[in-house]
């Protein structure tokens, strides 16, 4: 309810302050604002242009205000409470209250994590400033550019969480139900761990599947899986899993771990939607040439080595 209320004054407060005007910017804040019965001052600095460097590629020097994404995370929220993250058309809010870090997202979303005018906004508590920076890159994943985000502070005195919807997605395609994703995700983490050296082809030097699954906190409830993740629950399940993505078929083969699997004659077919990291289950595949299918080896080698801290 009280997010509900929240909602509600925004709407209004920005369509009195922006009026006929598509977009407002931060800049365009009050400086004093009443909420609940409370006079709220809010103060601002300047933005900071972040990036996610994916090859290690970019010279920060050259683009004067820029920082690598996490170190912009960590600059925005030590002296302030807020810091709005921007990305391509989605603005997101990153938030501190007493001893939490919260993300709220006030798009209204299904519970598929998809933008739906009947859905419900997301709030969502944080571990930690690893977990936020955690949450953007799988956010953005998809592309295969850097990722340029935007920061801005504020300075805010404020008095559903969705879960992660790839287990959701793979607990739907086996059960017709989503609530055994935890069930999901605990199992395809066990395998990795039990098979441990058989998936080490697939980690750099310095990294392997526990220093993995402790660094993206894998085991946690509200951690995106990585293609690794889909990987290993392909051959687990013994069943190919295909993933569609700007008009390409992604397979993640079955028998790509262990030529002898006994692969199911059913795949699991998801669509992924790669701006918020989203899997639909597709229910109905026409049979196309199988130029358009692209294996995931590289791919996912190459995510892995880049994933390393």
């Not at 242009?49 to 920082?67: H, K, P, R, W």
């Not at 170190?71 to 990153?94: H, W």
């Not at 936020?132 to 953005?140: G, K, R």
């Amino acid at each position: 309810m009280y997010i509900d209320n929240v909602l509600i004054m925004e709407t209004k407060y920005i369509a009195n302050i922006h009026g006929d005007n598509v977009h407002l910017l931060v800049s365009d804040l009050p400086g004093m604002i009443e909420m609940s019965g409370k006079l709220l001052k809010i103060s601002r600095k300047e933005s900071i242009t972040a990036v996610v460097d994916n090859y290690g590629t970019i010279d920060f020097s050259e683009f004067g205000n820029s920082l690598p994404l996490d170190q912009t995370l960590q600059e925005s929220l030590i002296d302030y409470d807020a810091c709005f993250i921007c990305a391509y058309d989605t603005t997101f809010l990153a938030l501190k209250h007493n001893q939490d870090l919260l993300l709220f997202d006030s798009h209204a979303r299904n519970k598929f994590g998809l933008k739906d005018s009947d859905g419900k906004s997301l709030l969502l508590k944080l571990n930690n400033l690893d977990h936020l920076y955690q949450y953007c890159c799988n956010m953005m994943a998809g592309s295969s550019q850097n990722q340029w985000f935007e920061g801005n502070q504020l300075l805010k005195r404020l008095s559903q969480v969705m879960e992660i919807v790839f287990f959701r997605a793979i607990s739907y395609a086996l059960s017709n139900r989503q609530e055994f994703f935890g069930d999901i995700r605990r199992a395809i983490v066990d395998h990795l761990i039990t098979n441990a050296e058989i998936f080490r082809s697939f980690y750099s030097q310095d990294l392997n599947c526990r220093k993995h699954i402790q660094t993206l906190k894998m085991e946690e409830k509200n951690v995106w899986g990585t293609e690794l993740e889909i990987l290993a629950c392909a051959d687990l399940l013994k069943t190919d899993i295909y993933t569609f993505n700007s008009g390409t078929w992604i397979k993640y083969s079955a028998s790509q771990i262990n030529s002898n699997n006994c692969v199911n004659d059913q795949a699991i077919y998801l669509q992924h939607i790669g701006d918020i990291n989203h899997y639909e289950v597709v229910t109905n595949v026409k049979q196309k040439s199988s130029l358009q299918i692209h294996y995931n080896v590289d791919k996912v080698m190459r995510k892995i080595k880049l994933m390393k801290i």
